[in-house]
């Protein structure tokens, strides 16, 4: 299956948190790694007063079902340190299911396509650099969202890939 990640890191070394956090993905038997989005940097939205965030978006093949990649996703961010103790608070690392194939999936523990990822330009806009005309399962064009640019800006070229 194809699945996009969102990423994002707002304490410490945020790259490498990033870099590092893309590198634990590849190293996962059910996960292959294909390319990165740019890394952008991005005001926080919502939440306590913070750092700015780098984010990428992360295009995966991956042979795990949806709620085995999401352990994989919560393993790499446990490993990055990341603690969830302020609901959209700073973190170590943050990663995202935001897209799986073309389904529609709605769990207590797992929601796709990510609910809110067309109000994020910080989801969107790394998003549109690895699919040109992003399409949801219900027909929703991501193209059609109406997004100020929310702060992001772009940071560095898009993060190696190990093979």
């Known amino acids: 299956m194809e699945a996009y ?7 410490g070394d945020r790259l490498a948190s990033l870099r590092e956090a893309v590198d634990l993905l590849s190293a996962d038997p059910g996960i ?8 952008w940097e991005t005001d926080p939205v919502g939440g306590p007063e913070q750092p700015d965030f780098l984010n990428i978006v992360v295009e995966i ?3 795990l079902d949806p709620l085995d990649l999401l352990a994989a996703v919560n393993r790499v961010e446990s490993e990055l340190g990341r603690v969830r103790d ?5 973190r170590t690392i943050d990663i995202d299911v ?3 194939d ?5 769990d207590d523990r797992l929601t796709v396509p990510h609910p809110r990822m067309h ?3 910080f989801v969107l806009f790394p998003l549109l650099e690895l699919i040109a005309d992003p399409v949801l399962p219900d027909g929703t064009r991501l193209l059609d969202a109406r997004l100020s640019d929310q702060g992001a800006r772009p ?5 190696a890939v190990s093979s």
């Open 102 to 106: 073309a389904l529609t999936i709605t």
């Open 32 to 39: 292959v790694v294909r390319r990165t989005s740019r890394v």
């Open 119 to 121: 109000q994020r330009a």
């Open 61 to 63: 093949d991956t042979d």
């Open 5 to 11: 990640l969102g990423l994002g890191a707002n304490l």
């Open 98 to 100: 935001l897209l799986i």
């Open 155 to 159: 940071y560095a070229p898009p993060l």
């Open 86 to 90: 302020v609901r959209w608070g700073p």
